[in-house]
């Protein structure tokens, strides 16, 4: 499956969430919206990791619908998984699944590629100083300047 998560597509993206869900409906994505909601959270990550529009590409996420409920909920719940992927021309729903579960649904997950963390790490790295000596050598020299 490679459907661009677009509102041209809005009824195809539906159905595959019908198809998934059959009746359930609390606890699972069931409409195109919240499919764009997670398109949207994912560049958002990106965005946030320092990645550009052309770096993001390649990256995939993985969201599950339910999110957290309370520990008095007793009940196995159907939740929707999604696999959307980065490509060069925007994002992509590469899959619709499902799973039951108890408690609360996994936290998306982010996929990235080696080159995508690279470019993180470096820029990580480049906002602080690394150390030119350990910690107990610095409060060494520090209690000597002292004496």
């Known amino acids: 499956m490679k459907i661009k998560i677009d509102r041209r597509n809005l009824d195809r993206i539906n159905l595959e969430l019908a198809a ?18 997670c398109a ?7 965005v946030e ?3 550009s529009k052309r770096h993001q590409v390649g990256a995939r996420m993985r969201f599950t619908s339910g999110g957290v ?28 699944g499902w799973e039951e579960t108890w408690g609360d649904a996994d936290l998306p ?19 602080y100083i690394a150390p ?6 610095a409060m060494q020299k520090m209690r000597e300047a002292l004496a």
Do not use: C
């Not at 949207?40 to 990106?46: G, Q, T």
């Not at 409920?69 to 992927?85: E, F, H, S």
């Not at 997950?109 to 906002?127: A, H």
């Open 20 to 37: 998934v869900n059959g009746k359930a409906e609390s606890h699972t994505f069931t409409s195109f919206g919240e499919v764009e909601a």
């Open 40 to 46: 949207k959270e994912a560049e958002a990550f990106l």
């Open 49 to 51: 990791l320092g990645l």
């Open 69 to 96: 409920i309370p520990r008095a909920y007793k009940w196995k719940r159907k939740l929707t998984v999604l696999l959307i992927d980065r490509l060069a021309s925007g994002w992509f729903l590469r899959g619709v």
């Open 109 to 127: 997950e982010y996929f990235l590629t080696i080159e995508q963390d690279g470019i993180i790490v470096s820029k990580v790295r480049s906002r």
């Open 132 to 137: 030119v000596m350990s910690h107990d050598t």
